[in-house]
């Protein structure tokens, strides 16, 4: 039986050498993996049958996100600022769009850190009413540098 074995490793030694040198890490590659997913199974499958224990199951909570909007509010880009005379009078307002491209602008903008998180202050407009806006008004757009508003 021994000689057999021993006839066994040496034509498969003699194989192996033969091969060029990325085939033989290919080889030692997969040989290392079906050792390691074979010992996995001998300990996750075989053992505990061996000891007569039962494996239990693991159960894993399903994470979803939050819908609650207070935890934390949608944060709108900001793009620039519009101003100037429409009809004899002096209007001015932020420009600012949310992740799906829509157009919202706020005449009272509050200044700090939350000041482009969407809030009720903040009025969705069309891009017609943009245009409108845009014929009468210069636009400024925000520097990011800037220190008094901070997106």
């Keep these: 039986m021994m000689q057999k074995i021993g006839k066994w490793l040496v034509v498969l030694s003699e194989r192996f050498s033969a091969l060029s040198k990325p085939s033989q890490r290919r080889t030692l590659l997969l040989l290392a993996a079906f ?3 074979s010992l996995l199974w ?12 039962k494996i239990g199951v693991i159960s894993i909570p399903i994470v979803r996100q939050s819908n609650d909007k207070n935890m934390r509010q949608e944060q709108l880009i900001p793009i620039g600022k519009m101003k100037g005379e429409v009809n004899g009078e002096f209007d001015s307002f932020y420009v600012a769009i949310d992740k799906n491209a829509r157009i919202f602008i706020n005449r009272d903008i509050d ?16 891009r017609s009413k943009l245009a409108e806006y845009e014929r009468d008004l210069s636009f400024r757009p925000i520097n990011q540098k800037s220190k008094s508003l901070k997106p």
């Design 35 to 37: 050792l390691f997913a």
């Design 42 to 53: 001998l300990i996750f499958l075989v053992e505990p049958r061996l000891n007569g224990t």
């Design 111 to 126: 200044y700090g850190p939350n000041a482009f998180a969407k809030s009720k202050k903040w009025e969705e407009i069309t």
